[in-house]
T-cell receptor
Framework: IAGITQAPTSQILAAGRRMTLRCTQDMRHNAMYWYRQDLGLGLRLIHY???????GKGEVPDGYSVSRANTDDFPLTLASAVPSQTSVYFC???????????FGSGTQLSVL | GQNIDQPTEMTATEGAIVQINCTYQ??????LFWYQQHAGEAPTFLSYNVLDGLEEKGRFSSFLSRSKGYSYLLLKELQMKDSASYLCAVRDSNYQLIWGAGTKLIIKP
């Protein structure tokens, strides 16, 4: 693999179910991010990690959790999905916390 | 509050020039980014401005005026493949990225 890989590409989920979106990068970037993109809105930061072992809350963290056990992986978990979490989710990484972002191909999530 | 304004949609003709504007009101400024996003795909980095002036990169140029809270992306010799959304993002005083909603550019033959 090269760059950032997200899985699944798309998912339909029943409300109340738990779901983990996977994100793996092979660029050895220190910083990783999770964004959601909704029609008519700018990208909104959910959670971020400046380095392995640390995480932080973004603009819209409620209902989501993340972990960063190692440099390469940054999974995003929805503990109990709700319809308002229907969105396209992008994982991104950067060499440092203030550098340009490289994005994964996204996960289209529909919560019914 | 913090705000990034971009036109929602623009239309231009193949071979022409188009300018996409971005105005911002943020708590501090630590750089402005432009990203390109084709429909159904991920955003990709185009340019970065932190000082006033014009940055040129091939057919694309980006301009910044910090005193006016204003930037534009200039696309020359438009090609059909330039049909995409263009996202403006500003890094504020806390080094958080604030994103505009994007400008959808439609290129017509």
């Amino acid at each position: 693999i090269a760059g950032i890989t997200q899985a699944p590409t798309s998912q339909i989920l029943a409300a109340g179910r738990r779901m983990t979106l996977r994100c793996t990068q092979d660029m050895r970037h220190n910083a990783m991010y999770w964004y959601r993109q909704d029609l008519g809105l700018g990208l909104r930061l959910i959670h971020y990690s400046n380095t392995a072992g640390t995480t932080g809350k973004g603009e819209v963290p409620d209902g989501y959790s993340v972990s960063r056990a190692n440099t390469d992986d940054f999974p995003l978990t929805l503990a109990s999905a709700v319809p308002s979490q229907t969105s396209v989710y992008f994982c991104a990484s950067s060499v440092g916390e203030n550098e340009k972002l490289f994005f994964g191909s996204g996960t289209q999530l529909s919560v019914l | 509050g913090q705000n990034i304004d971009q036109p929602t949609e623009m239309t231009a003709t193949e071979g022409a020039i188009v300018q996409i504007n971005c105005t911002y009101q943020t708590s501090g400024f630590n750089g402005l980014f432009w990203y390109q996003q084709h429909a159904g795909e991920a955003p990709t980095f185009l340019s970065y401005n932190v000082l006033d002036g014009l940055e040129e990169k091939g057919r694309f140029s980006s301009f910044l005026s910090r005193s006016k809270g204003y930037s534009y992306l200039l696309l020359k010799e438009l090609q059909m493949k330039d049909s995409a959304s263009y996202l403006c993002a500003v890094r504020d005083s806390n080094y958080q990225l604030i994103w505009g909603a994007g400008t959808k550019l439609i290129i017509k033959p």
